[in-house]
């Protein structure tokens, strides 16, 4: 009889030790959800603080380098844009959005007409 008592309390512990276990790793897995969570956002945040180069093209012209060598001030060359063409908007090389030209003040800028749809989507 003194056996089984024996065994009987040695099953119950390494239950016990077993039921420690299992709750332990449901801890570990729960702190590691929310650490990843957090972890997800950190990593957002830090893409969002990334600087771009945003630039605006007016328009281009192809010109040889003698005529490039002839410029001073005053001199005038014409791109291959329209006075009514939007201006495309580029972000880091990439075109994003496309735009016009409006006066606030003393200064430029730039209202938004269409934006390209793989910018859209990425929000």
Do not use: C, H
Not at 105 to 111: A, D, S
């Amino acid at each position: 009889m003194n056996k089984l008592k024996k065994k009987d309390n040695s099953e119950d512990m390494s239950n016990s030790i077993k039921n420690n276990e299992n709750i332990k790793n449901e801890k570990n897995f729960e702190e590691q959800k929310s650490i990843s969570a957090e972890a997800i956002i950190n990593k957002k945040e830090i893409i969002f603080d990334i600087p771009m180069n945003i630039t605006i093209e007016l328009g281009r012209s192809k010109i040889k380098i003698k005529e490039l060598l002839n410029f001073s001030e005053g001199s005038m060359f014409f791109l291959n844009t329209k006075k009514e063409d939007p201006l495309k908007i580029f972000a880091n090389g990439k075109l994003i959005a496309l735009g016009e030209i409006v006066m606030s003040e003393n200064t430029y800028g730039i209202r938004i007409i269409s934006i390209k749809n793989s910018f859209n989507t990425m929000n």
